[in-house]
């Protein structure tokens, strides 16, 4: 079998068997197989697509390169929940909690924020001592404890994802179907997960800006997961404005917990907006997690349980078992609900009167690159204290000079352009536009194979 | 400016300018861009093509890279022809000489057999005593003096194109037009051309199988050439049988001489078969050249004193200079004529009564790959007195038994393989069919910018 031949195959538009792909995997994680050789198969790729089956050949590969997690010492149903990547997403943090409180177990191996998008990992730092770089034995320990564990991935797991994407990203194949699936599969079964809900974005502040991509990828994910047997779940969200009412580190921990009935959270920060369209989204998907794990036999009927956990305490009950188990201080935490924010303030005043009709989710996402909430390269640092505040949402009414947004960040030029780019991006319409996008149309579509 | 921007604005199908193809091949000779993003590059160019005037810069940066040719101190005009190469293709060796008796100035870098089409130098290789690896300084002194020079291409001469072609040959990359199209334009162009004329070969025995595919790539040359300020033509041929009577390298030699009226071959020869569809490719592209060089008005008038530059012995007397010239012995070439044949002779007979139909020119070549007129692979030898001789052509009717081929070997073994495989490409249908493709009907189309 020689590498060139599969090359060719595949830009021929020909399907390659699983002996292929393997053969391919294996030679470029090796080095028998030259890098050169490797970045035309993916151009090839990223024009001739990837049947089902051939993507999970690929995953199946990327698993198998590497160290997968063993949580055979705990009882299931494994579950894990994964986003394409949005602006104010901070959904991880309250689904993961309520799932467990459900009695999921929730293996969740999180990233970090890169570009427009904020990342899980950099949010929980946030936490007074909260550590997201635990062994896998300690990651299986805190699963087993609170019913979910968050941390970072560890290196020797899926290799051959790392060596492959690191090569698409200085070769524009990035953006590719079936290489994103088997990317975001990979990574994910290789964590020990049985089945697989995504939350598939799209809009301005989405990876996929069109529904058509998204679904796309939302098809790719679930056919693939089925080809390698496993169940997976799909939901299409919009992703237009932020979702919630906070975008920051620090700032959407609050939120979370304050969505997770903290009992410190309502007493400090009482007069948040309590936003429903990531409360929809955070139980739409929560919901599909418990019918993967078969402790629901439909999703509403799931969803009335997990709204139950929030009422009831339970859920926020295993989130602060979880800011212990993994190193946070709690006291140190509630220290900082509503008092922890950057020096330099300002605000996004409305231009008009009017409403609301978009607060433009890719502008807030860059403006909060400038105020060091997100990254601009994989090696900047992030602050855990600035970011935005939403007063007000798309579909509002509002009047020239009412406060849509607050900002914080670290020096008056970052908040000056954090403010220019994001006001660029908030447009007012006249007094009885409608508004597509409230809080109940966010679940675009739903596509599963469990 | 970053080579992975370049690769990306390709892959979306956007067309680059001057300086992004510039920076990208600069960039790729100096080693300051790596293998894996040209390759990506090349791969999404196979998807997304080139327009004439971006293949044009990237024609241009080839040659930039390099050494070029100078022949200021001859008068031109400079022209050259280049075929996409066939089997039975010794062109080159009768329209060089009658070129030059013609007047122009013909200077010929060329190649060897590769895979089953042969090459020039290999062919001229097998007259005692010549030289193909002449000093560019030598080059230009035989044109000075014979009209034409044949030389193998020098390592200094398009480096870009060699370096470039390396990579194309491993990524699965060497069938995209644009690229074909830049690296013979480039290497034609850097040997120190003003003209060029093209012989497109089209059929089971060319690079490009379909008449389609040929003539996007004529297209491409002339329209490139164009974008560059040359005179380009381009002429599409047939090429699914054999051209001519001989394959194999000194019996291409042989058949040249009989054409060009050498004495000799005459008397040594006298039984040759004569074919026309070789002698009208010839003057056809002899007679585009003077066209080009603007020694005729027509191509018509041209091919007139082609045709009579062959039967005044002018040409011949051209090639003889020439082989005296680059070291060869006409006394021993004219003792192996009819008699340099390598000691395992075998035929091919008819299979039954008939019209033959076709004797296909693909399997013709990889026949002459076994006996070792051609090569597997670049560093492989070849034998000069192994090959065929076509004593029938189709259009021809024969009786069951009739030799339609005698095949000259080293092995029992390796003309027994040679048999076979030329035998399966041999078809007979009943009497009366009619044969496309005679002498007559071997120019397919002409396309020229001039």
């Known amino acids: 079998m020689r590498a060139l031949d599969i090359v060719m195959k595949k830009r021929q538009g020909e399907i390659l068997s699983a002996e292929e792909i393997a053969f391919l995997v294996r030679g470029y994680v090796d080095g028998s197989i030259p890098d050169y050789q490797v970045s035309a198969f993916l151009m090839a790729v990223f024009f001739q697509d990837m049947t089902p089956e051939e993507t999970g050949y690929l995953t199946r590969e990327m698993i198998d390169s590497g160290r997968t997690i063993d949580l055979s010492a705990l009882s299931g149903p494994f579950i894990d929940k994964h986003s394409t990547g949005g602006v104010g997403d901070k959904v991880s943090l309250i689904l993961a909690p309520v799932a467990a409180a459900c009695g999921l177990k929730v293996p969740m191996m999180s990233g970090r924020s890169l570009g427009h998008t904020g990342g899980t990992l950099d949010k929980l730092e946030s936490i007074p001592g909260y550590r997201t770089d635990l062994t896998s034995q300690r990651f299986a320990e805190i699963i087993g404890q609170c019913g979910f564990a968050m941390t970072g991935q560890s290196s020797d797991v899926v290799p051959a994802d790392r060596k492959l994407y690191a090569l698409r990203d200085v070769t524009a194949t990035v953006e590719s179907i079936p290489l994103i699936t088997s990317s975001i599969l990979s990574k994910k079964f290789a964590e020990g997960a049985d089945a697989l809900v995504f939350d598939v974005k799209t809009g301005s502040g989405a990876f996929m800006k069109t529904p058509e991509d998204a679904r796309r990828l939302a098809r790719a994910l679930v056919d693939t997961g089925e080809s390698l047997g496993k169940k997976v779940a799909a939901v299409l969200t919009r ?3 932020p979702l919630g009412s906070k975008v920051g580190n620090f700032l959407e921990v609050e939120e979370s917990l304050a969505m997770l009935n903290c009992p410190e959270a309502l007493t400090r920060v009482p007069n948040d907006r309590r936003s429903d369209d990531l409360l929809n989204v955070t139980i739409r998907l929560t919901a599909w ?25 339970s859920a926020w009950a295993r989130m602060e078992e979880n800011i212990r188990a993994q190193g946070g201080d709690p006291a140190a935490l509630y220290e900082r609900l509503g008092t922890f924010r950057a020096p330099v303030a300002g605000t996004i005043p409305a231009a008009g009167d009017g409403v609301l009709t978009g607060i433009d989710a890719y502008a807030v996402g860059m403006g909060g690159v400038y105020l060091g909430a997100g990254r601009n390269t994989a090696t900047d640092d992030v602050h855990p204290d600035v970011g935005f505040e939403l007063l007000r949402k798309p579909g509002d ?15 008056d030029e970052a908040v000056r352009q954090a403010v220019d780019t994001v006001q660029a991006g908030v447009t007012i319409g006249e007094a009885g536009t409608t508004v597509d996008g409230g809080p109940d149309e966010m679940i675009l579509e739903e596509l599963s194979a469990l």
């Open 397 to 411: 009414t509002v009047a020239a000079g009412d406060v849509i947004m607050n900002v914080w960040g670290h020096t």
């Open 239 to 241: 992703m237009e404005a």
């Open 289 to 313: 997690m418990l019918v993967a794990g078969g402790l629901a036999g439909t999703v509403d009927e799931a969803a009335q349980q997990c709204r139950a956990a929030i009422d009831d305490g």
